[in-house]
Nanobody, 125 residues
């Protein structure tokens, strides 16, 4: 059983930056592909980005390419999401996710083994 705890959300103006962190415990962190999803009010949870177990491969949804960067530190059991040039449409609850397999495509919700509790990101215009 893997527990995931996100932190780093908050309120930021458009064009600003935030760095999310997700700390894992209770399992073999380095064996999982790690990703981030987000859910805006009234919308379904959507895939944002994934990183392979080694950190050598990543895949981003088109809407965040060039603005968001995912990274991981397996020694610290932590995955990060650096978000730059934030837009109001990035406003959502961001969820950390652990998946058993890395795919170079958008993930479906049922391909995720573990979820964090979410952290709110609000971008004001």
């Amino acid at each position: 059983q893997v527990q995931l705890v996100e932190s780093g959300g908050g309120l930021v103006q458009a064009g600003g930056s935030l760095r999310l962190s997700c700390a894992a415990s209770g399992g073999t962190f380095s064996s999982y592909a790690m990703g981030w999803f987000r859910q805006a009010p009234g919308k379904e949870r959507e895939f944002v980005v994934v990183i392979s177990w080694s950190g050598g491969r990543t895949y981003y949804v088109d809407s965040v390419k060039g603005r968001f960067t995912i990274s991981r530190d397996n020694a610290k059991n932590t995955v990060y999401l650096q978000m730059n040039s934030l837009k109001p449409e990035d406003t959502a609850v961001y969820y950390c996710a652990a998946a058993p397999t890395y795919y170079r495509r958008n993930y479906k919700l049922n391909e995720i083994d573990y979820w964090g509790q979410g952290t709110q990101v609000t971008v004001s215009s």
